[in-house]
């Protein structure tokens, strides 16, 4: 094997492992308590994924397949360094981060999300982050409140 051959496939190589780190929001990092374990479990889980890669013989391979939790476990030590735990609310006067907001719509839907960190914002599941447009116009208003969004209306219904 020559060493032009050792040094092309390690070029091709190092340009398969150096990932883009993910998008670090620009927002405070507020979270649940909830949230906070999830960011810790994650941080794990990569850890753990990437030192499996340890035991991968051929350096190439194992270059490969370190770079997505490598990539992870950057994002993730980010996040929890950054966390900032907030106490779930004490009131349910005003909606707030943490609470649960039940609101209607214009065309007669009913939603119900609970306001949370971005990281563990999950709209199919329930949850919105604290940046998103809703949460945003939510926050802040009480129980028969109306806040606009676009061309729609959304009436706080419940608080929890």
């Known amino acids: 094997m020559s060493v032009a051959f050792t040094k092309e496939e390690s070029s091709e190589t190092a340009s398969e492992t ?3 780190d993910r998008a670090i929001s620009r927002h405070p990092n507020l979270v649940t308590e909830a949230g906070l374990r999830a960011l810790e ?3 794990q889980q990569a850890r753990e994924a990437y030192d499996a890669t340890n035991a991968i013989e051929d350096v190439n391979e194992r270059r490969r397949q370190a770079a997505s939790p490598m990539r992870d476990l950057r994002y993730f030590a980010e996040r929890v360094r ?4 907030v106490p779930d609310p004490t009131s349910t006067d005003t909606v707030a981060f943490g609470n649960t907001v039940t609101f209607s719509r214009d065309d007669g839907r009913v939603q119900k999300y609970r306001i949370v960190g971005e990281d563990e914002a999950d709209p199919k599941a329930g ?3 604290f940046v998103s ?3 945003r116009i939510l926050i802040g208003k009480s129980v028969g409140d109306v806040a606009g969004i676009g061309d ?3 009436e706080i219904i419940a608080i929890s």
């Open 18 to 20: 150096l990932l883009p």
């Open 133 to 135: 447009p809703v949460a």
């Open 41 to 43: 479990v994650q941080l």
């Open 82 to 85: 950054t966390a900032q735990l």
């Open 127 to 129: 949850s919105i982050s």
């Open 152 to 154: 729609q209306e959304l």
